[in-house]
Every structure is written in C-alpha cells, then in structure tokens.
C-alpha cells in the first residue's frame, strides 16, 4: 500500500488551526485527528485519579489512561484544562506513551481514507517531519484571546478576556521554550497569520497553500 497523505497543522492556541484541519480534512475527504485533545485527555485522567499534573509520575499514569471516548466531552475544552495539558505534555514519557498512537493514526487513517490531517504542536518536526504539506499557524495573542474568550462564552464559561491573554501568553511560552518537542515551525511548513483573517478567509489562505501538493500526491495514488 502506498503512504497515506499527510498534512500536519501546528501552532499556538486558538490561532484557527484546528477548525482549519477539521475543514481541510472535510475539503480532502480525509480523516482527522486533534493531538491536543490526547494531552487534555491526559489532564483529565490525572485529574479525576485525584492526581496532580505538575508530577512527571502522575502524568505517565495519567497518559496510559486516557479515555478517547471523551474526546468530545466539554470537561477537557476548559481553559484549566488547557493549562494541564501543557503541564502533561512537557513530560517526555507522556510523549513517549502518546507518539505511536499519533503514528498509527497518520499510517492507517481510519475510514481507509488516504490521507489524514493532524493539528497539534509538533506534528510537522517529530510526529511525521516526512508529511506532504505542514501548516505552521498564528495571529495576535490579542486576537487569539478575544477568539478564545468568544468560544468560551458559547460555553457559558465566558471569563476576563485579560486573564485569558495572560494565560495564553504563559501557555505559548512554556510550549515554545520546553526541552522535549517545543512548538517552533517545521523548516518546510507554509507559515499562515490569521490575525486580520475570518475562518473563511483563513481557510481559503490554507487550501491555496497546501493544494499543489496535495493535489499532486492524489494524481500519484495508484488507481484501483
Ligand atoms: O491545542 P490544545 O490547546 O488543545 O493543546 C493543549 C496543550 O497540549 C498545548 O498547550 C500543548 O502544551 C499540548 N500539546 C502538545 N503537542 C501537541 C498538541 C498539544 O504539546 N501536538
């Protein structure tokens, strides 16, 4: 069988970029997967075993545990949850415990789809640095607060937009100044700003980005 088509969407919280791989994958008809929701998975267990995310130890356990049955579950989307899961994920045995899970996932999408889209923060420099085209994506921590903000009220968990930047700025720097795995672009990645851009704009910039190659690796596919 020839290597599935990939293509990896990293970058700082709320830029887009999930939303961004859910429409490509749906573009492409591909499958999808969100990486950051096995670290917010993580969080959880530890969380409900009564554990504490900051302890390398809890968060191995926490991370062999995990229950991808509530990776839809509004408990991990909180901006609590979001902060322990970047506290799991600097764990190197957390990552060690969720990379081949990721790899299958990229190597054998489900649905026999021939191809897969991953977001996350390190798809395109460790999970699968070989994929067919990587997204690197960004805007203004201002902007990216205001989102988060406006998602968390659909939530009916709304909070101080103030706080919310403090966080993410916080998050961003633990995730681009950790030892293991740190969010940086890949060297071959199409950087994407979607500060002055709506989720129709943006994904239109996305599609015309990644199109050439992907369109190029479906013409490669044996027929049949
Ligand atoms: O993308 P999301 O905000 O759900 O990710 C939560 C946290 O999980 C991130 O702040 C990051 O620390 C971690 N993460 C990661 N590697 C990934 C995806 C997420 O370290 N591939």
């Given at each position: 069988?020839?290597?599935?088509?990939?293509?990896t969407?990293d970058?700082?919280?709320?830029s887009?970029?999930?939303?961004?791989a859910?429409r490509?994958?749906?573009h492409?008809?591909?499958?999808h997967?969100d990486s950051?929701?096995?670290?917010?998975l993580?969080a959880?267990a530890?969380?409900?075993?009564?554990g504490?995310?900051?302890?390398?130890s809890?968060?191995?356990?926490?991370a062999?545990a995990?229950?991808l049955?509530?990776?839809?579950d509004p408990k991990?989307?909180?901006?609590e949850m979001?902060?322990?899961?970047?506290l799991v994920?600097?764990v190197p045995a957390?990552?060690a415990?969720l990379?081949n899970?990721?790899?299958e996932?990229?190597a054998?999408?489900?649905g026999e789809?021939?191809?897969?889209?991953?977001?996350?923060r390190?798809?395109g420099?460790?999970?699968?640095?070989?994929?067919t085209?990587k997204?690197?994506?960004d805007a203004?921590p201002e902007?990216r607060?205001?989102r988060?903000?406006?998602?968390?009220?659909?939530?009916?968990?709304?909070g101080?937009?103030?706080?919310?930047?403090?966080?993410?700025?916080?998050r961003?720097?633990a995730?681009?100044?950790?030892?293991?795995?740190?969010?940086?672009?890949?060297?071959?990645?199409?950087?994407l700003?979607?500060?002055?851009?709506?989720?129709?704009a943006a994904?239109?910039?996305?599609?015309?980005l990644v199109k050439p190659k992907?369109?190029?690796?479906?013409k490669?596919?044996?027929?049949?």
């Amino acid at each position: 069988m020839s290597n599935p088509i990939v293509i990896t969407v990293d970058g700082t919280a709320a830029s887009g970029k999930g939303t961004l791989a859910k429409r490509l994958a749906h573009h492409f008809g591909f499958a999808h997967l969100d990486s950051g929701s096995l670290y917010r998975l993580t969080a959880l267990a530890v969380i409900e075993a009564g554990g504490n995310p900051a302890s390398a130890s809890d968060a191995e356990r926490g991370a062999h545990a995990i229950d991808l049955s509530m990776a839809n579950d509004p408990k991990i989307r909180t901006a609590e949850m979001g902060q322990a899961a970047s506290l799991v994920a600097a764990v190197p045995a957390v990552r060690a415990a969720l990379l081949n899970f990721q790899r299958e996932f990229l190597a054998h999408p489900p649905g026999e789809s021939p191809g897969a889209v991953m977001d996350g923060r390190d798809i395109g420099t460790v999970i699968c640095p070989m994929a067919t085209a990587k997204l690197f994506v960004d805007a203004k921590p201002e902007v990216r607060a205001h989102r988060r903000w406006l998602e968390l009220e659909s939530l009916d968990q709304g909070g101080d937009e103030a706080h919310i930047l403090a966080e993410l700025k916080a998050r961003d720097l633990a995730d681009k100044s950790r030892p293991i795995s740190p969010l940086k672009p890949a060297p071959d990645v199409f950087l994407l700003d979607t500060s002055d851009l709506d989720i129709d704009a943006a994904f239109a910039a996305a599609l015309a980005l990644v199109k050439p190659k992907i369109e190029g690796a479906l013409k490669a596919l044996p027929q049949g």
